[in-house]
């Protein structure tokens, strides 16, 4: 067994730093960072020439790299299931053929399904821009956190930042990299600029202007098309929670307040972005003039009139 399997890995950890740490351990044949869409999924495989070598490299496992012990084992090899020996062949082509599938309506009326493509989210062409006020930054120490990592960016009219953490054993955990929002496309730039590759406590940071999706083509819409009643909220922290929002909207007759949301491993997310229906539009518009702007979990945040939701006709 020449394959070995290497978990546990940082998420800034990259295929040049780990091939780098098994080379020490004899010639590898392939070294491969598994990853979705350029971000590591935390886990690589690693083939030596020969199984010395592999055997050696196995005391890495329990080891510390780049802030994380690794787990390294060998990857099993599939072993062939015990077959059936097949009957003759002047056997297999006297039993009768199977029935071909009916096309068309006839097809569909037994049943049959045509082939679907995936949906688009799941598509990997999809293609993403670069954000002009977001900063994506990687390598960073374990123990940094939201302050911490604001702080090193407050020269440059820093709005937020957020460490990428996950939870483990009951502890929330760094994955090693993270997300800051400067005002501008010049802060973006200065900072990258001045900051990328530089140590910070223990670790040289990587940075690069953050991705976004491309906005896709919208139906255009009209005055006509907005609320009357109902305000749209964006630019929320990830952390604010329904109780914060009708705290914002404080002396306001609230009809509802929701925050868009999305589930993630069987946890439920923020998209950054609500809802709250009042029940005049002249609160509407008193609400958008005292709100917009105003600070919420250290953010500021955007208010505009939202568009109605279309009414569908159930039969």
């Keep these: 067994m020449t394959k070995l399997y290497v978990g546990n890995l940082s998420y800034s950890t990259t295929e040049d ?4 740490h098994f080379e020490s351990f004899g010639k590898i044949k392939e070294c491969h960072l598994i990853t979705f ?7 690589a495989f690693v083939e030596y020439e020969n199984t010395d070598d592999a055997k050696k490299a196995i005391s890495s496992n329990g080891v510390e790299f780049d802030g994380r012990k690794l787990r390294v084992e060998f990857v099993k090899e599939k072993t062939e299931e015990k077959r059936e020996p097949r009957a003759p062949r002047a056997y297999r082509e006297q039993r009768p053929q199977r029935e071909q ?6 097809n ?3 049943g049959y399904r ?3 493509r995936a949906p688009r989210r799941y598509q990997h062409d999809e293609k993403r821009v670069e954000s002009d006020t977001e900063i994506f930054v990687r390598n960073l120490g374990m123990e940094v956190n939201d302050e911490q990592l604001k702080k090193m960016f407050e020269a440059f009219n820093v709005v937020s930042a957020h460490v990428a953490t996950f939870k483990y054993r009951g502890k929330t955990e760094s994955k090693g990299f993270g997300f800051v929002e400067v005002k501008s496309k010049e802060d973006q730039k200065a900072a990258i600029e001045k900051l990328n590759n530089t140590k910070q406590g223990e670790k040289e940071i990587a940075l690069a202007p953050a991705f976004k999706p491309i906005e896709k083509k919208k139906e255009e819409k009209t005055p006509e098309d907005l609320s009357d009643v109902s305000v ?14 009708k ?6 007759d609230i009809v509802s307040a929701r925050i868009a949301s999305y589930r993630f491993n069987g946890k439920v997310i923020s998209k950054g972005f609500a809802f ?4 005049t539009p002249e609160q509407q518009k008193a609400a958008i003039e005292k709100l917009n702007g105003k600070t919420l979990l250290n953010k500021p945040v955007v208010l505009t009139k939202a568009y109605k939701q279309k009414q569908t006709n159930k039969a």
């Design 17 to 20: 730093s780990l091939k780098t």
């Design 37 to 43: 869409r350029g971000y590591s999924k935390g886990f």
């Design 101 to 106: 599938r009916p096309q068309g309506e006839e």
């Design 108 to 110: 569909r009326a037994r």
């Design 114 to 116: 045509p082939h679907r």
């Design 232 to 245: 749209f909220v964006r630019s929320l922290s990830y952390d604010v929670q329904e109780s914060d929002l």
């Design 247 to 252: 705290t914002l909207f404080e002396g306001f």
């Design 276 to 279: 709250v229906e009042l029940k």
